[in-house]
């Protein structure tokens, strides 16, 4: 159940291997020489394993802000911390220090690929050997997937696919976001072609063909969209390269159907009882929510997992998922000998924006899920933790990752195992449906959204008057041609906000959308949280520039250290 978690933990003699660091400055902190390494095809596990363990550090806490949107804030707006608060409140400047770790361990994980990729491909039995290639295969896509961060955060950033040997490598000028998009396309075809599809006993820790296509599906979405480029204009692609990218999605789509293995979670699946603790019936959505929180791995609907896990609480892949953006639970006073008995603590840091709750449907399972409106405290008269429902709406919490739903007995009340699914199906799903719609199938992508809709228990819809009857939506100022793509538009906003807020993509949704801007303000305009109390809550739609804040800025040491960004930042910083 936990095959990637245990053997990162065992991997720390080895990382340095594929460090630049430590191959220029240093004798590598392993029993291998380099060439002793790579002479030996059963070493090189090890060595993508290492890229691997670079992923908890980008998100974990560092993620987290980074996907701050119209669906959630960070808690005690105004204050600047120069990291993650700054971050979801749009305040951030150059020296941002979220920015900047998420900005060196990015490349740290692209060096590691380029490094693993050019030595295997060196080695003598590369040509004959099949693990040697899926290996490659998985570094690629891992490459893939830190090319693509740094063109989601910066947009045209110093790139190239060569492990750094010497200094004079190390800084480079900035390269065109589209020649790395053509990169990214050729690692992740390479690496669906090279990767296994998914099996039952696959582990979702460790990347499969299907992660690879679900990948380039959101890959080609975001490329099709609106980005922020260089002389501070939000552009789009041509519209015969959109319609390109948009059936390129859909030949990816069409390849999982005709593998068939992967497929929507239901409490069919695993859930080994039906009912929670107050005795209320587990919906298939809760049910796999409850999973992640639990630890359990399912490769049907979960493609892709960040792993998480520390023996000691303290050493090894620390996680903050359902500690950080879950619902409150107190750290009680107990003996280190009762931590078996009780929940850990969550700290709640982030809070959702309460009208979501409003907007689903009255028996859309997904809705309660979402939004989690209680918290637990510590009760001293039973000794044990008491559900408190918040009657303040601005202090309900985002609900998918919670304390009560993972084991007992925390190593570190701050810590949690949980893991970061990153690609799911059910996003699939929904990206193939954006697809259909955008080449002038729509009936189709009704018929896609409506997949989702089942397993949620809401009411299938086939058009945007449908869709406005069984769900209480505000107008919106976007997407309103009146044409039927358009229509599916609106409703495929709200769709993916209800399947899958708080799990990185919502941001960029809107971005390629085109909607950033006008999503943060109008959330901001009409939300409590912003009339509830004495003072704004929600402040990212007042401090959102066009122009700028589409993207984040270069860290100040990186534009001060390269000379060949000819000290210039990103639009407006």
Excluded at 94 to 120: F, H, P
Excluded at 317 to 324: F, I, L, N, S
Excluded at 447 to 465: F, K, M, P
Aim: charged letters at 25%; a negative charge; glycine letters at 8%.
């Amino acid at each position: 159940m936990r095959y990637l978690k245990n053997i990162l933990m065992l991997m720390a003699g080895c990382l340095s291997l594929v460090s630049c660091e430590d191959k220029l400055t240093e004798t590598p902190n392993s029993d291998y020489t380099e060439d002793e390494f790579f002479s030996d095809p059963d070493n090189v596990e090890m060595g993508i394993l290492g890229i691997y363990n670079v992923l908890p550090s980008l998100y974990g806490d560092y993620g987290m802000a980074f996907f701050a949107s119209d669906d959630t804030w960070y808690a005690a707006p105004g204050v600047s911390d120069s990291g993650r608060r700054d971050i979801s409140g749009y305040t951030l400047t150059t020296s941002n220090k979220y920015v900047e770790n998420t900005w060196l361990y990015t490349y740290q994980g692209l060096e590691r690929a380029n490094y693993m990729i050019a030595r295997i491909e060196g080695m003598d039995e590369y040509g004959g050997n099949a693990n040697l290639h899926k290996l490659v295969a998985e570094a690629k896509f891992l490459r893939a997937l830190f090319s693509f961060n740094l063109v989601l955060y910066w947009g045209d950033v110093p790139y190239k696919t060569t492990s750094t040997d010497t200094y004079g490598e190390a800084y480079l000028p900035r390269t065109s976001r589209e020649e790395i998009y053509d990169q990214i396309i050729e690692d992740l075809t390479d690496a669906e072609e090279g990767m296994d599809w998914a099996t039952a006993s696959s582990s979702p820790e460790r990347a499969t063909q299907g992660a690879a296509r679900a990948l380039k599906m959101r890959v080609l979405l975001q490329r099709a969209g609106y980005s922020l480029q260089m002389d501070g204009q939000l552009k789009c692609p041509e519209d015969n390269l959109r319609q390109e990218y948009f059936t390129a999605v859909i030949e990816e789509w069409e390849a999982f159907e005709a593998n068939g293995y992967h497929r929507l979670y239901t409490t069919a699946d695993g859930v080994s009882s039906g009912f929670d603790d107050e005795g209320r019936t587990i919906g298939n959505y809760e049910a796999l929510f409850r999973t992640f929180s639990y630890g359990t791995l399912n490769s049907k609907e979960s493609l892709f997992e960040v792993a998480f896990y520390t023996v000691d609480g303290s050493t090894g892949a620390r996680g903050y998922w359902g500690t950080y953006n879950g619902s409150y639970v107190d750290a009680p006073s107990i003996q280190t000998t009762e931590t078996s008995n009780y929940m850990g603590r969550a700290n709640a840091n982030f809070r959702v924006v309460p009208e979501w709750k409003g907007y689903f449907e009255a028996d859309d399972e997904r809705r309660d899920v979402m939004v989690c409106t209680y918290r637990y405290v510590w009760n001293s008269d039973i000794y044990n933790h008491e559900k408190q429902e918040q009657t303040a709406t601005r202090s309900w919490y985002p609900g998918k990752w919670r304390r009560e739903w993972m084991p007992l007995g925390y190593k570190d009340p701050n810590i949690t195992d949980v893991n970061y699914c990153m690609l799911r199906y059910a996003d699939v799903i929904l990206m193939a449906a954006e697809a259909y719609n955008e080449i002038g199938e729509t009936s189709m992508a009704w018929t896609l959204l409506n997949e989702v809709r089942d397993r949620a228990n809401a009411t299938a819809v086939y058009s945007l008057q449908d869709y406005r009857t069984y769900q209480s939506l505000p107008d919106l100022p976007f997407f309103n041609g009146g044409t039927a793509q358009d229509n599916f538009r609106t409703a495929l906003y709200w769709e993916r906000g209800f399947e899958l807020a708080f799990e990185g993509m919502r941001r960029y949704d809107l971005l390629r959308w085109g909607i950033l801007r006008d999503a943060l303000v109008m959330t901001g305009n009409n939300t409590v949280a912003n009339t509830e109390g004495s003072t704004r809550a929600y402040l990212a739609g007042d401090n959102f520039q066009t122009g700028k804040h589409e993207l984040f800025p270069i860290p100040l040491d990186e534009i001060q250290a390269n000379p060949l960004l000819e000290n210039t930042n990103n639009p407006n910083y």
